[in-house]
């Protein structure tokens, strides 16, 4: 097999690998024992000082592995281990994008998409910020999204479950 082939299939399936971290993380360990540093992202906007969050520590603790495994891969002869932190690097942008950018609005860079799949991640997320507390959530992960939320909503349904992202 190729390099270039066998890297690529590494960084996808790190990529690939991080949707279930993701949820693992944030049902097990921020609804669970780190909620101290989640809570103030289930607050409406107006209850939150500032434009960070605590909740935005968890950045930095993705971060840590993917350059773990940059340093790794560039100083061993364990190369393939720096595209696992490509992977934790892209799956760690491609959150950002949807997750700050497109479903909270914290930066304004891109207008709100209207496909089914955009839509089915809003409401999804909409659906686990209805809960303000830690318990009783749903919808944990990010891009893997429960197939009841694909389903057709009157407007005023769909903009109350969405509008949970931005209050």
């Not at 909620?35 to 500032?50: A, C």
């Not at 350059?67 to 950002?96: A, D, E, K, Q, R």
Request: some cysteine; proline content about 2%.
């Amino acid at each position: 097999m190729p390099n270039w082939l066998l890297y690529t299939l590494i960084t996808l399936a790190a990529y690939v690998g991080m949707e279930f971290m993701a949820w693992f993380t944030h049902k097990f360990v921020m609804h669970g024992f780190l909620w101290k540093w989640h809570e103030d992202h289930h607050l409406p906007k107006h209850e939150k000082e500032g434009f960070f969050e605590k909740n935005d520590r968890f950045f930095l603790v993705f971060a840590i592995p993917s350059m773990i495994c940059y340093i790794t891969g560039s100083l061993t002869v364990h190369f393939w281990v720096l595209f696992v932190g490509v992977g934790i690097s892209l799956y760690g942008l491609t959150y950002f994008l949807i997750h700050d950018v497109y479903i909270h609005r914290r930066f304004s860079w891109f207008k709100q998409l209207d496909g089914s799949y955009s839509r089915a991640i809003l409401r999804a997320h909409g659906a686990h910020h209805a809960k303000r507390t830690k318990e009783e959530g749903e919808s944990f992960g990010l891009l893997v999204v429960d197939p009841k939320f694909f389903k057709k909503r009157s407007r005023k349904e769909d903009d109350a479950l969405i509008k949970n992202n931005v209050d």
